[in-house]
């Protein structure tokens, strides 16, 4: 993707000093999601971050699999990262996989062992919970700490061996069990898993965990400068110590941000995760998911969630930003390109009296009004037409200007009508509106100066596109609580979908999977491809056509 120059901000002003410098000739930055979810508008930040970068100072991004978790990952979610990031407009100049350096990893891990800086250990999971300590009281050595190089270099080999089962054994670099950071403790780098990796298979039963792998991986690859989300600050001293006692030719530099937080939004992949497997939602890429296909579905365009992540910035405090700033930027993005069209969502059918039997008017409505060279089409009138519900009330309030008995409307390119009659079923319920119309009016013009202040959208009967219409709401209706808490699902917005059968004009009947339109006053509008590969029209609605929400300067 072609970028301008993205506006300063601290990381941006590391890597100008170190270009300056000459610390490094070439800046490799990567972005490297864990396949074991979907990706989300987070890691979109992160993306046009880390490629926004390495293309501003000539650099490259690599796109790296952290597949150390065999239990969590899939190739599903290989395939949807890898579309999502070219979705977005990037392309990366290396593709790498975690799995294929275990044998390097294997090495190091080796090495360290050889230097009497790291030790296979027996405790359980909980014993070594209980002897790591909390923040206000020191840890205490393992029982196990002080085994020779070569008793450590056996257990080693038969863990990768296969011969102890899950949870039974695990590797430990040996650090400082006192340090005031906890991460130093002596923490695992090798645990037992025997399960079948997406991309090794059987090959490994021993896996690396993500403080041991990720800045070997950096290193690796010859990243110099590793950028992460604020909570692994803490883990910097671990990243540092590894890359230094694993003897790591290239000394890449972590650098942390403040993580995206947007209002009604999950913004943890293990909580989405949580939403598709108990059927809150319909898939990974549900329209009110905040993940990246999701948003995809619903009819977001990548352009305008680039320019909302630009727009955010990147700093060291953790902050919140309004969803309504991203809606901002779609709207902004689709006004210009969404062409214009009329859909009646919740249909009354009006029958014009005095409009001749049989004859059909067809009129030429612009396709945006603020793009002449968008041109027209044509729209076709007869006796019979649908228009919303919400237009027509029979005792209306002071200033309702749309229909009601006995007052005069614009129908949207095509005549004044009047209403003079209501019809009701059997139990008192509107069933249509009788109405007559003015044929001097042709074009919605006023034929001797009167006033008509209402303006109505419609849709020819006879000729209408039925179509599936799908309105959405926030799924979150707030989001407050911790990373570990599941009590989020208590804030399920059990109203965040209303599905509608309504009309639209008959040339939508070529609208084409993922086109977007601009539905006269109900917003903006997407095919939904999903359906529509299965022969089914249906239209999600992306944005809705105004907002109070303005960008500050």
Known sequence: MEESKSSSNFIKNIVEEDMKSGKYKKIITRFPPEPNGYLHIGHAKSIVLNFGLADE??????????DTNPSKEDTEYVESIKEDVK?????????????????????????????GKAFVCDLTP??????????????KESPYRNRTVEEN???????????FKDGEKVLRAKIDVTSPNINMRDPIIYRIAHAPHHNTGDKWCIYPMYDFAHPLEDAIEGVTHSICTLEFEDHRPLYDWVVRECEMENVPKQIEFARLNITNMVMSKRKLKKLVDENFVDGWDDPRMPTIAGLRRRGFTPESVCKFCKAIGVAKASSVVDSQMLDYFLRDDLETKAPRTMAVLR????VITNYPEGQCDTFEIENNPDDPTAGTRKVPFSKEI?????DFMENPPKKYYRLFPGNEVRLKGAYFIKCEEVIKDEEGNIKELHCSYDPASKGGNSPDGRKVRGTLH??????????EIRLYEPLILDEKEEEGSDSFLDNVNPNSLEILNGFLEPDMKNAKSGQKFQFFRHGYFNVD?????????????????????????
């Not at 407009?89 to 275990?102: K, N, R, T």
């Open 347 to 350: 249909p009354l059918k009006v």
């Open 458 to 467: 419609w849709v020819n009967a006879s000729t209408a596109i039925p179509a």
């Open 529 to 553: 491809p999903r359906f529509f590969q299965e022969g089914k029209l249906v239209f999600n609605r992306i944005v809705s056509l105004k907002s109070s929400f303005k960008i500050k300067k």
């Open 126 to 139: 909980d014993e070594i919970r209980e002897y790591r300590g909390t923040l206000t009281k020191p840890g």
């Open 153 to 163: 270099l056996e257990l080693f080999e038969r863990m990768k061996n296969g011969e």
């Open 386 to 390: 649908y228009i919303e519900q919400e």
């Open 57 to 66: 100072f000539g650099g490259r991004t690599n796109l790296r699999f952290d």
């Open 87 to 115: 979705w977005l407009g990037y392309d990366w100049d290396e593709l790498h996989f975690a799995s294929s350096y275990f044998d390097e990893m294997y090495k190091r891990a080796l090495l360290l062992i050889k230097k």
